[in-house]
């Protein structure tokens, strides 16, 4: 997993559509609002594909039976002996119950994961076009070098829809990056990196490499947020407004269109 504090990137911006209260909330107490996967645009987004054609091979059948019963509930437990019969014996079974295991995957995902996305891109046109209002929202620029912004993780972009297979079971740590950071590489012009936290319902206590959010927002450090910039149809008087009144040490800047070909540019 590739962080952009390993990278030399300096500064990474988030897109978001113009909200006042939103952008007064961020300024006022240094904080950004992370964002559950069950809300994100692409559908194959931290969801995870397990190959169930696998188990007609005995020996990962064998792995998969072992998985599955390591990750039954307590009143599971009962039945274990009963199931790993059949899981062994009836294939179908164990496909379905694959296939079961999948969408429980997924709803645990949305469940505990909650994300910020970042790009080092502040000029996107697709970007302004999907996640900043059309133009009419705000991009807000970070300090790369910050503790939190530079843990950020950078987005893998795939042909193909990775399947994670019974062999890389004992290797989580492989694991988690193809359910959390792979996309399909229609998606690369993102460039996209991303700051993982847990759900506060999820993990009680925040750890040194794993933030945890509170009612999905997350604090950030001092200085981590250097500058909002305005898209070109945006409403600059109201953003250099409020940041002039909240937090007027931050730098206010706007995207401009050019006139002469298809690009942005961003001016003080």
Known sequence: MRRAADSAITCLYHYEAFNRDRLKDTLINQR???????????????????????????????????????????????????????????????????????????????????????????????????????????????????????????????????????????DWGAIAPSILLDKSIVWAYEDEYRVLARDSKADALPTDFLPVTGKDFLPLPVGALTAVIAGCNADLDAVTSIVQAHAPSIRVQRCVRAHNKYALSIEA
């Open 32 to 170: 950004v609002h992370f964002s559950s996967p069950q809300h994100f645009n692409d559908p194959w987004d931290c969801h995870p594909w397990f190959d169930a054609t696998e188990v007609l091979d005995p020996v990962l059948r064998s792995k998969w039976v072992r998985f599955l019963e390591r990750h039954l509930t307590a009143d599971q437990e009962q039945t274990l002996a009963a199931k790993y019969f059949v899981w062994q014996e009836d294939i179908p079974f164990l496909q379905r119950t694959i296939g079961h295991m999948i969408d429980s995957i997924w709803q645990l995902n949305a469940d505990r994961w909650r994300m910020y996305c970042l790009t080092p891109h502040p000029t996107s046109v697709l970007m302004w076009s999907h996640y900043g209002d059309k133009h009419r929202g705000l991009c807000l620029e970070f300090d790369a070098t910050a503790a939190v912004i530079g843990r950020a993780l950078q987005v893998r972009y795939q042909e193909n829809l990775p399947a994670i297979s019974a062999s890389s079971f004992d």
